[in-house]
């Protein structure tokens, strides 16, 4: 991660000037705020604002005129409730705002997701910064042969060597030529013009605020083995920061959402045949090869 001293030393300001306020605030999550949790080798995910509590949550949903006096156990299964059932509206009573620092390529699949706020480090205004993301050596798989969305064996020897120097090599010479082209005794191109070449592993940055049901739609979707690599670390991040935010919230959503599975109502039917001892196979199954692999593989078999 590459904070400047200046930086850290915002940071750390932030962090010193505490106030106080009758609204309801989080231990857990006041102990990270404003601090940067490292992502990829410059990236980071900071929480620099949040609104609510699991106890916010439980307010909603009961409507109710104070913080409540029940016990833990009973906001506990009233949340588990909620979350079992999709009555997802007291999620969104939550806030959290991030402050994100990512590749280009993993901003272009983290946009899709609509229901957030966002603001992004204006190209147009100011020079990016030369940093680009470099794949580890063990994330530098190729392509998988039977998933075309996905990745397979790890390079290894000249062939890894190969492909680092040439995501090294294109990124520097991009951004020699960002620099040439911006240079105010050459051709001094607009900003906004002179970015245009960069390669896509150039880090970004935004602000990024949601309110807690459809961060929980990001994360199901983005904490997910099915997705890449470079955007699931941070959704593993961020898991963090939720935990610490809305334990009870957390441990609902890691149990009804991001650790369930979904069967059809014909896979359900299976499932039935086979409790009762009926064998099934794919071809008598009903189901297409891969959905019968995907439904044996949440089985565990
Ligand atoms: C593993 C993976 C692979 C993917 N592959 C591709 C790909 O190959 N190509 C590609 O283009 N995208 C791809 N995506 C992106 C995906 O299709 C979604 O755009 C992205 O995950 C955002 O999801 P969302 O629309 O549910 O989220 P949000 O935009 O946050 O929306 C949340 C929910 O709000 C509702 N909603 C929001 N906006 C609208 C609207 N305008 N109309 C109706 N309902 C709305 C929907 O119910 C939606 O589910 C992929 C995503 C994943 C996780």
């Known amino acids: 991660m590459t904070l400047s001293s200046d930086q850290f030393a915002e940071i750390s300001a932030a962090r010193a000037n505490a106030s106080t306020t009758l ?26 604002d949040y609104m609510g509590d699991d106890a916010a949550v439980v307010q909603a949903a009961r409507v109710s005129y104070g913080r409540g006096t ?6 506990e299964g009233l949340i ?31 946009i899709r ?3 957030a706020n966002v603001n992004e480090y204006s190209a147009r205004y100011s020079i990016l910064d030369k940093e680009f993301y470099i794949p580890a050596p063990e994330h530098l798989a ?13 390079l290894t020897g000249d062939a890894a060597a190969r492909v680092l120097h040439l995501l090294r090599q294109d990124a ?22 002179a970015r245009m070449n960069l390669t896509l592993n150039t880090y970004t940055q935004w602000y990024w605020k949601t309110d807690l049901h459809n961060l929980f739609h990001f994360l199901r979707l983005r904490a997910d083995t099915h997705a890449q690599y470079e955007i699931r670390v941070y959704a593993e991040a961020m898991l963090e920061t939720v935990k610490a935010w809305v334990p009870l919230s957390y441990a609902a959503f890691c149990d009804y959402r991001l650790g369930a599975v979904t069967f059809s109502a014909k896979m359900l039917e299976i499932l039935k045949q086979m409790l009762t001892g009926t064998e099934v196979t794919q071809p008598t199954s009903g189901l297409s090869k891969r959905e019968w692999t995907e439904m044996m593989a949440s089985l565990g078999k």
């Open 113 to 115: 997701h609509r229901t």
């Open 80 to 110: 588990r409730y909620l979350m079992r059932h999709w009555h997802s509206t007291p999620f969104e009573m939550c806030e959290i705002k991030y402050h994100i620092k990512l590749p280009i390529f993993v901003a272009r699949q983290w």
């Open 23 to 48: 609204r309801p605030s989080v231990p857990a999550l006041e102990a990270m705020l404003f601090t940067a949790l490292p992502v990829l080798d410059h990236g980071f995910v900071r929480v620099v």
């Open 172 to 193: 520097e010479q991009t951004y020699a030529h960002y620099e040439e082209m911006l240079d105010e005794n050459g051709a001094g191109l607009a900003r906004e013009l």
């Open 142 to 154: 190729a392509q998988s042969a039977d998933n075309r969305q996905g990745r397979g064996e790890i």
């Open 70 to 75: 029940r016990k833990t156990t009973e906001d």
